[in-house]
């Protein structure tokens, strides 16, 4: 259900498809590591230019890896 919840809000915002994929899927590999990854709800994405999109999806990827490693084992770990 959490994850139906996470996938829903995620797709609602962010309209790639792949970046949207990479979201939901960071969310749960952080929760495996105790942190809570957290979409601001302000936050919208559209669709990104294809000749963009593999370079938007590492750095995101990155970036989001990097702030859930530091963030584990702090108390209320949470990256938004």
């Known amino acids: ?3 139906a ?7 609602q915002r962010i309209s ?15 929760a495996e590591s105790g942190v809570a990854l957290n979409l601001d709800p302000a ?7 294809p000749a963009m ?3 938007v999806i590492t750095l995101l990827g990155n970036l989001i ?6 963030s584990v084992g702090a108390p209320d770990a949470c990256v938004t």
């Open 53 to 55: 999109a593999t370079d």
């Open 43 to 49: 936050s919208h994405l559209a669709a990104l230019d």
């Open 65 to 70: 890896d990097n702030a859930v490693d530091v």
């Open 16 to 30: 790639d498809p792949a970046v949207a994929a990479l979201l939901i899927a960071k969310t749960s590999l952080a």
């Open 1 to 3: 259900r959490r994850r």
């Open 5 to 11: 919840e996470i996938s829903d809000a995620v797709t």
